[in-house]
């Protein structure tokens, strides 16, 4: 090949590539993008439907791979960051309800989180689809997704909301095997499926890949190894969940814990003595109608900080001095308030469980007023059992909530850390134990606090511990959404299933439910509706049925992945470097020849 016909074949073939990468190609990718977006955030509880049409997530994600499989190098991580920041827009609509700021600081996360997947699934697409002959690129793509579904919720800012798979919540065969391996194996096979149908759309309505696109008949009988490998799998998920949904239908319950949850459906973000006051007067009262109504209840329960004043701080450093000023008659308040909290406590006769700050000494060499009035103390998100006129055991919240409970990086980003003190956000300080309580007739429970149950590892230590039922404590009032409450319980209905647990959710606004070891929610109570229900909650111990596979090795499956994922990129990174310097010594061959 002599000099001119080499540059003028590049030529041809860059026109080709421009012609492709037209501005009519970039808009319809786009769209597609688009429409993608609003179909998966749909298969989630949205606005258009509390419960969610968990249907889309079989299909939502196809044109995802089509336009990932024809978009170039330049554009993939712009396209992921559109479909990221839109898809989370969507779905997280109800954050605004919180504060706008909270909104934007999710999208750009998880667009930013979106922008680097899109460029991993290229990098496959790009340098391993030719070496393995298109035959095992979505099985490898599958394999990225679950590594990012996973490394995205593991860092500071981690958030599952959006995961693929909790769209799947009603779809109880499908979700049993996640006793095995968590939410990954779901994950594994949504996108395992559609990203052999993504990339198959994508040669066969472009150009890009083929002169000539072939049929699904044929693409499916080329990848036949491949499809025969879903299929089995696929049949093995669907008879392992209809023999495990038979079993649970069966299962005897260990022990009855009959207790009454009261949803008094006010926000706990919302501050002051008064406000505090009428929640405790609103507690009090139906909690006495539970009792009366039910003489033989074992425990009453309250929500995530349902009562906010610290009974742990006032009962240790209660404050009795004289002095005035806004600051000592606000504390002279709050400690009439929680001496009234103990003597209703006292007066119960059964244990009472309620979300509620503890908090401690912050320097030991100073009291614990000064003499402003102003607390010595560090605070903590946290549960008691208050019984017999103390609290008997307390659980400080471990997964803090990143930039409304927790910012680590006040040294490293002080424009944000002001900014969002600014905003009027609260730190708490983390706790480190996973702590199990247990009452005088051997029930044992952990206490999840409101963000905490969407993570497994979090409620998989909780029973590897010695937990045999799960209550969930969440404040979920400020969304003002019950589609965003239910977003939150289709997460809970997983950890019942990876632990094979019961789940008690004790919420002040919703949704107040039951969830059995099979994934099924029972009798919720209405959300945003003052009231309280009486609950029967089946325990099943480990004594009798073990634990499972999951709650034995949490997420290793996920890190499997993870590390599979390195080792794929790798190797694609170092054959693309092998082929483009072979690429320039031929191309310096035909210079000079």
């Not at 308030?337 to 059964?350: A, K, M, P, Q, Y």
Request: hydrophobic fraction near 45%; aromatic fraction near 16%.
């Amino acid at each position: 090949m002599n000099k001119n016909t080499f540059i003028n074949s590049i030529t041809s073939v860059n026109d080709k590539v421009l012609r492709r990468r037209n501005l009519r190609t970039v808009c319809s990718e786009v769209v597609l993008l688009l429409v993608a977006a609003f179909v998966l955030s749909m298969a989630h509880p949205s606005f258009l439907s509390d419960r969610g049409f968990g249907f889309l997530a079989f299909f939502a994600l196809i044109p995802v791979f089509a336009v990932i499989r024809n978009s170039s190098w330049s554009l993939v991580g712009l396209y992921g960051f559109v479909f990221g920041f839109v898809y989370y827009a969507i779905f997280n609509y109800w954050l605004t309800t919180f504060h706008p700021l909270a909104i934007l600081i999710v999208t750009i996360i998880k667009a930013t989180e979106m922008l680097m997947l899109f460029f991993a699934l290229k990098a496959v697409d790009r340098w391993l689809d030719g070496v393995l002959k298109g035959r095992l690129t979505h099985v490898l793509q599958a394999i990225i997704w679950v590594a990012y579904s996973y490394l995205s919720q593991s860092w500071f800012a981690g958030y599952p909301y959006g995961t693929i798979a909790y769209a799947l919540y009603n779809y109880k065969v499908l979700i049993q095997c996640a006793d095995l391996f968590g939410i990954w194996g779901i994950n594994f096979m949504l996108v395992y499926f559609q990203a052999f149908l993504g990339n198959w759309c994508c040669d066969h309505f472009s150009k890009t890949r083929t002169e000539h696109s072939e049929g699904l008949w044929n693409h499916i009988k080329l990848h036949k190894v491949s499809v025969i490998l879903f299929v089995v799998l696929f049949v093995a998920q669907v008879i392992y969940g209809i023999v495990t949904l038979s079993f649970w239908r069966k299962a005897e319950v260990d022990k009855s814990f009959t207790v009454a949850t009261v949803q008094h459906n006010a926000d706990s973000w919302k501050g002051g003595f008064e406000t505090y006051k009428r929640n405790f007067i609103n507690l009090e009262k139906l909690s006495l109608e539970a009792m009366y109504a039910e003489p033989d209840l074992d425990m009453v329960i309250w929500s995530e900080t349902a009562f906010v004043p610290s009974v742990s701080w006032y009962t240790t450093y209660p404050y009795t001095g004289k002095d005035e000023g806004f600051n000592f008659d606000y504390l002279r308040q709050v400690q009439e308030l929680v001496d009234e909290f103990v003597t209703f406590g006292s007066n119960l006769g059964i244990p009472l469980l309620t979300g509620n700050p503890s908090s401690t000494i912050e320097d030991e060499s100073l009291p614990a007023y000064d003499a402003e009035g102003n607390w010595n103390k560090k605070d903590y998100n946290s549960v008691i059992l208050f019984d017999e006129g103390k609290i008997k055991t307390k659980y400080l919240k471990q997964h803090l909530v990143p930039f409304t409970e927790h910012f680590p990086y006040e040294k490293q980003l002080p424009l944000m850390y002001r900014v969002l003190k600014a905003n009027d956000y609260h730190w708490w300080n983390p706790g480190y134990e996973s702590v199990v309580f247990e009452t005088s007739n051997g029930i044992t429970f952990s206490t999840p606090i409101c963000f905490e149950d969407v993570f497994g590892d979090v409620c998989a230590n909780f029973v590897a511990a010695g937990a045999d039922l799960l209550i969930n404590m969440t404040n979920d009032s400020w969304s003002g959404s019950v589609a965003a409450e239910l977003q939150h319980a289709a997460m809970a209905v997983f950890r019942s299933v990876e632990t094979r647990r019961t789940t008690l959710r004790g919420t002040n606004s919703g949704i107040t439910c039951l969830i059995t070891p099979d994934g099924t929610i029972q009798d919720s109570m209405e959300p945003f509706k003052m009231g309280y229900k009486i609950w029967d909650v089946p325990v099943y111990t480990a004594n009798s049925y073990g634990k499972s596979l999951y709650t034995r090795t949490v997420d290793t499956s996920a890190w499997v992945c993870v590390y599979a994922s390195y080792a794929i990129l790798a190797i694609g990174l170092a054959l693309a470097i092998t082929k483009a310097v072979k690429a320039r010594v031929a191309k310096k061959k035909g210079l000079n020849g």
